[in-house]
């Protein structure tokens, strides 16, 4: 193993030979820092884990989720985000990381797929299997959204947002997520490269074994329904309105008869403001 005392003094020899005049300023450091801690406390919890694997069981990689906005939080977040570490280990890791349920991780091995969420696996061991051979399906969907970028540019610049829908069925469980572009990579990468993956169903559809669920537990179809939901109820009061002025019918035609109280106490509010 390489010494670290002279990998950094060789980093600084090269920097000086390259006449490197970028300093950190007092946030990278941070940053550094920051990155670092959990880099050594990530190295010591793999190893917490590792004991639980099955005999021949490898880790292939690790998918994070965060409460940053790039996830849903949709799974292992609980109410609020809320928790009460018991043990000190899940006490000093609230203390060093300022958080609670936000950071969790989804393990692939060649055998199964392992989630946890961080604290609580400090604090009770506590973790969810989904062996590869109880998944029928898993839906890996591409969303796109736009919005205008008012940063960079004026008049401002119509940007596209990608987001990737993750969902799968484990006999009793369902786990659904919402992943950015390099989570979306990470999960590609096992699909192709996981023989056990190869051979399950990936598509853009929601898989459920019970109809019922295909309705209450389905993320592409909440999301469509959030999506189009204010849109539908905007033409619905418009039609209300067109009704209500033109035909005078439906519940807004009083608006439009001016000798009602609706419309009379309109009026008077345009009058005083």
Known sequence: MANPFKAVINQLNNEIDKNSKNELNQQQKQNLFNQTKMYIFLQ????????????????????????DGQNASAVGLGLLGMYHP??????AYVKNFNDLRGNRILIFTNQRMIFTTIIEFLDQKTFFSYPYTTIKAITLKEN??????????????????????????????????????RDADILKRQLSEIPALQDILVTRNIYRKHKFDRVVNNPVLAY???????????????????????????????LFDFTTEPALQMISMWLLY
């Open 44 to 67: 010591d919890f793999i190893e917490k884990v590792k004991p639980y694997l099955e005999e021949g069981e490898e880790i292939h990689a690790y998918l994070p989720m965060t409460n």
């Open 86 to 91: 018991e043990s000190e280990e899940a006490k």
């Open 144 to 181: 796109k959204m736009n919005y205008f970028d008012w940063d960079d540019s004026f008049p401002p610049k119509r940007v596209a947002l990608y987001t990737y829908t993750f969902d799968f069925e484990s006999e009793n469980h369902i786990f659904s997520e919402l992943l950015g572009q």
């Open 224 to 254: 469509k329904i959030m999506y189009s939901l204010p849109l539908a109820v905007a033409v619905i009061f418009l039609i209300l309105l067109a009704l209500g002025g033109f035909f005078h019918i439906g519940p807004t035609k009083s």
